[in-house]
């Protein structure tokens, strides 16, 4: 299989993913936005997303080196009018658009069992669509030209296992199996620098396997998320972000 690049990647016939997000932070829409992304929705997205929902706000972490802490978790004013995030839902909930003043983001989630991933291109095609529509519609109102300041791209896992303390059997990081140890269970988290050495960074990939139990209450499994997070390439824009969720992807 390739990407969107034409690169050859993984691919894998029943991949454990249960939820993918495309999304993007932007600037120049105010906190006090909300019933303009309400008119897009109405205008826009109610006949494939006929579900609305107001959520709590969403405030996406900054990418940071690591001497931050994990995940670029920030510091910030907040506003006196906090923004409205809109859930827009596909009638069988597989397919959401979260909008908000200074985030829009396109997610997958497996809300049925038999539901089967459909893939990057189409997350990928999901979000130049809604994004482009968006950002047409603002420029239309008179609210202004989004700038993308930081994409970001989510795959969240689940991979089943018999006990969690088969740990090691699914990931790497494990003890020496020659040292009287056994690992019970683990919740790990790490960080990357997207690039290569004795280069500026692109991002950064951020991975966190936890423990958790599946919705039987009894069947353990591991929750693996990947986020990948960074600024849009070349000269940003729309295709500036969609090169970095790409980039993110292939990751």
Same mark, same amino acid.
């Given at each position: 299989?390739?990407?969107?690049a034409?690169?050859?990647?993984?691919?894998?016939?029943?991949?454990?993913v249960?939820?993918?997000?495309?999304?993007?932070?932007?600037? /120049?829409? /105010?906190?006090?936005?909300?019933? &303009?992304l309400?008119?897009?929705?109405?205008?826009?997205?109610?006949?494939?997303?006929?579900?609305?929902?107001q959520?709590p706000?969403?405030?996406p972490?900054?990418?940071?080196?690591?001497?931050?802490?994990?995940?670029?978790?920030?510091?910030? @004013?907040?506003?006196?009018?906090?923004?409205?995030?809109?859930?827009?839902?596909?009638?069988?909930?597989?397919e &959401?658009?979260?909008?908000?003043?200074g985030?829009?983001? *396109?997610?997958?989630?497996?809300?049925?069992?038999?539901?089967e991933?459909?893939?990057? &291109?189409?997350?990928?095609?999901?979000?130049? !669509?809604?994004?482009s529509?968006?950002?047409?519609?603002? @420029?239309?109102?008179?609210?202004?030209?989004?700038?993308?300041?930081? *994409?970001e791209?989510?795959?969240?896992?689940?991979i089943?296992?018999?006990t969690?303390?088969?740990?090691?059997?699914?990931?790497?990081?494990?003890?020496?199996?020659?040292?009287? @140890?056994?690992?019970?269970?683990?919740? *790990?988290?790490?960080?990357?620098?997207?690039?290569?050495?004795?280069?500026?960074?692109?991002?950064?990939?951020?991975?966190?396997?936890?423990?958790?139990?599946a919705?039987?209450?009894?069947?353990?499994l591991?929750?693996?998320?990947?986020?990948? !997070?960074?600024?849009?390439q070349?000269e940003? +824009?729309?295709? /500036?972000?969609?090169?970095?969720?790409?980039l +993110?992807r292939?990751?």
């Amino acid at each position: 299989m390739a990407d969107a690049a034409g690169e050859s990647i993984v691919s894998f016939e029943r991949p454990p993913v249960v939820e993918v997000v495309a999304g993007a932070t932007f600037d /120049g829409l /105010g906190s006090d936005a909300g019933p &303009l992304l309400a008119a897009f929705w109405k205008e826009h997205l109610r006949e494939q997303f006929p579900v609305l929902q107001q959520q709590p706000p969403y405030t996406p972490p900054d990418d940071q080196p690591a001497s931050s802490p994990f995940g670029g978790v920030n510091l910030r @004013l907040v506003s006196q009018i906090p923004p409205v995030r809109l859930w827009a839902q596909s009638s069988d909930g597989q397919e &959401l658009l979260q909008l908000q003043p200074g985030w829009f983001a *396109c997610n997958w989630r497996k809300v049925q069992p038999e539901a089967e991933y459909d893939r990057w &291109l189409k997350r990928r095609e999901a979000f130049s !669509r809604y994004f482009s529509a968006l950002a047409d519609y603002l @420029l239309e109102e008179g609210a202004g030209q989004p700038k993308i300041r930081q *994409c970001e791209v989510t795959y969240v896992n689940h991979i089943q296992v018999s006990t969690h303390s088969d740990f090691a059997k699914v990931f790497t990081l494990a003890a020496n199996p020659e040292t009287p @140890l056994e690992m019970e269970q683990a919740n *790990c988290q790490v960080q990357y620098v997207i690039g290569g050495p004795g280069q500026d960074a692109a991002g950064r990939l951020y991975a966190k396997i936890i423990p958790a139990l599946a919705p039987d209450g009894a069947t353990s499994l591991y929750v693996l998320e990947l986020t990948a !997070r960074g600024e849009p390439q070349g000269e940003g +824009g729309t295709e /500036g972000a969609l090169s970095f969720l790409d980039l +993110g992807r292939a990751l």
